[in-house]
């Protein structure tokens, strides 16, 4: 009998499941993970600091229109913002509007920038041919809105029941009023609810005072708002 010879097994016949591939190795890349982590933590601040800078928005008094040097500020010149404010800055608050209008403007303004108290000049005084009447008026007698700076025509409300001159003259007393246009200065509304008048003073030609004075004392008198003027 011929001897039996082994030959070796070659590996391209080998069976399959003597083959195995060897796993690969991820690499993580440490410093990346690390910028994003901080990039997500600066987002979250910046977010966090922008909100509480949001959330201290204060009302300030802005310059509606071009308002010369010199020139008194009326309520139309005067606008209310919300913005953050910065401490540097210094505007004026919107709360005090009504001390604000009637003061001349110390510097040119410019529409859509905020108001402070450097541009802002002394309050007027009276000229030689002005004065100021104070009038007590009862509700219906005056614009409930009426704020100072307000520009305002002053009116007879008894001129009507007034006779006739006796020369035959048809003069119509009701159609001429006290005073064609007055500035209103200031606003002293009641001070509680058993009172019904409100005492507004008016800044008129001197040579009506004495008249104004007496109808506002008759218990005669109306305002009628007039549009600011440009």
Same mark, same amino acid.
């Given at each position: 009998?011929?001897p039996t010879t082994t030959?070796p097994?070659?590996?391209?016949h080998?069976t399959?499941?003597? !083959?195995r591939?060897?796993?690969?190795?991820?690499r993580?890349?440490t410093?990346?993970?690390a910028?994003?982590?901080?990039l997500?933590?600066?987002?979250?601040?910046?977010?966090?600091?922008v909100?509480?800078?949001?959330?201290?928005?204060? %009302?300030?008094l802005?310059?509606?229109?071009?308002?010369?040097?010199? =020139?008194?500020?009326?309520?139309? *010149?005067?606008?209310?913002?919300n913005?953050?404010?910065?401490?540097? !800055?210094?505007p004026v608050?919107?709360?005090e509007?009504?001390?604000?209008?009637?003061?001349?403007?110390?510097?040119? !303004?410019?529409?859509?920038?905020?108001?402070?108290?450097? *541009?802002?000049?002394a309050?007027?005084?009276?000229?030689p041919?002005?004065?100021?009447?104070?009038?007590?008026?009862?509700?219906?007698?005056?614009?409930?809105?009426?704020?100072?700076? %307000? =520009?305002?025509?002053?009116a007879?409300?008894?001129?009507?029941?007034?006779a006739?001159?006796? @020369?035959?003259?048809?003069?119509?007393?009701a @159609?001429?009023?006290l #005073?064609?246009?007055?500035?209103?200065?200031?606003?002293?509304q009641?001070? *509680? *609810?058993?009172?019904?008048t409100?005492?507004?003073?008016?800044?008129?030609?001197?040579?009506?005072? #004495?008249? !104004?004075?007496?109808?506002?004392?008759? @218990?005669r008198v109306a305002?009628?708002?007039?549009?600011?003027?440009?």
């Amino acid at each position: 009998m011929a001897p039996t010879t082994t030959l070796p097994t070659s590996s391209r016949h080998a069976t399959p499941s003597s !083959l195995r591939i060897a796993p690969t190795t991820r690499r993580r890349s440490t410093p990346w993970i690390a910028l994003g982590l901080l990039l997500v933590l600066g987002s979250a601040l910046a977010f966090g600091v922008v909100s509480s800078r949001l959330g201290d928005r204060q %009302a300030v008094l802005a310059i509606a229109r071009e308002v010369p040097a010199g =020139q008194v500020l009326s309520v139309g *010149d005067l606008a209310t913002v919300n913005v953050t404010v910065d401490p540097g !800055l210094r505007p004026v608050p919107a709360s005090e509007r009504p001390s604000v209008v009637g003061r001349p403007a110390a510097v040119p !303004l410019m529409p859509g920038t905020l108001l402070t108290p450097a *541009d802002l000049g002394a309050p007027a005084l009276l000229g030689p041919d002005q004065a100021v009447v104070a009038l007590a008026l009862k509700v219906g007698h005056f614009p409930p809105a009426l704020t100072p700076g %307000a =520009q305002v025509m002053i009116a007879d409300t008894g001129a009507a029941e007034t006779a006739a001159p006796s @020369d035959g003259s048809s003069t119509a007393l009701a @159609d001429t009023p006290l #005073a064609s246009s007055a500035t209103v200065v200031e606003v002293d509304q009641p001070a *509680d *609810d058993t009172q019904d008048t409100t005492v507004v003073s008016v800044r008129v030609p001197a040579s009506t005072a #004495a008249r !104004l004075a007496a109808a506002g004392a008759a @218990d005669r008198v109306a305002l009628v708002l007039l549009p600011s003027k440009s």
